[in-house]
């Protein structure tokens, strides 16, 4: 099995987690066996002793694309919604995941993100009762990717226009679905 890795990078609220779970509903209908690698399940259980400098960021995302490599083959497709924010970490799990690995940039205006706000992070973040949110301090910043296989404007675009853009690259790129 061709495993294939869709490494979902945004914003915190920028629609990450729900397009892969709708994305993997759609597939299994379909016949594909699909495994989520959500970054807050696995910060809030396998990694809960790292933080959110820089370092422990950086050291969570190596950590989320050894369970990826470890897990190739054994699904057709690894979802990973993660924030990932920086280049250096995203571009060390596509050298780990070589041609298994897509890039989707969830791409979301941090405005509209502190508007959906459902998990509060943002509103914590703004009073300082966060430190290091990425997206509000300075500290840690968002590093957009560069040259992503899939942009999705969510500011803009329905969860369903985003999951259809990603059927169709999935379906161009010949990788085996069939609709």
């Given at each position: 099995?061709?495993?294939k890795v869709?490494w979902?990078?945004?914003?915190?609220g920028?629609?990450?987690?729900?397009i892969?779970?709708k994305?993997?509903?759609?597939?299994?209908?379909n016949?594909?066996?699909?495994?989520?690698?959500d970054g807050?399940?696995?910060?809030?259980?396998?990694?809960?002793?790292l933080?959110?400098?820089?370092?422990?960021?950086k050291e969570?995302?190596?950590l989320?694309s050894?369970i990826?490599k470890?897990?190739l083959?054994k699904?057709d497709y690894?979802f990973?919604p993660v924030?990932s924010p920086?280049k250096?970490?995203?571009?060390?799990?596509?050298k780990?995941?070589g041609?298994n690995?897509?890039e989707?940039?969830?791409?979301?205006?941090v405005?509209?993100?502190i508007?959906?706000?459902?998990?509060?992070?943002?509103k914590?973040?703004?009073?300082g009762?966060i430190?290091?949110f990425i997206g509000?301090?300075k500290?840690?910043?968002?590093e957009?990717?560069?040259?992503?296989?899939?942009?999705?404007s969510?500011?803009?675009?329905?969860t369903?226009?985003?999951?259809s853009?990603?059927?169709?690259?999935l379906?161009?790129s010949?990788k085996?679905i069939?609709?």
């Open positions: 099995m061709n495993t869709l979902f990078t945004g914003l915190s920028s629609g990450k987690t729900t892969a779970n994305l993997k509903e759609r597939l299994e209908d016949g594909k066996t699909i495994k989520i690698i807050d399940d696995i910060r809030n259980t396998l990694h809960k002793h933080g959110f400098s820089p370092e422990d960021i969570n995302n190596r989320i050894e990826c470890n897990n083959g699904f690894i990973v924030i920086f250096e970490s995203r571009k060390l799990a596509r780990k995941l041609k690995f897509i989707v940039y969830v791409k979301c205006d405005n509209e993100c508007k959906r706000d459902t998990k509060g992070l943002y914590k973040a703004l009073s009762e430190k290091n509000i301090a500290e840690v910043l968002y957009p990717p560069d040259t992503p296989e899939l942009i999705l969510t500011s803009e675009e329905t369903e226009e985003s999951i853009k990603i059927i169709i690259y379906d161009s010949k085996n069939n609709f």
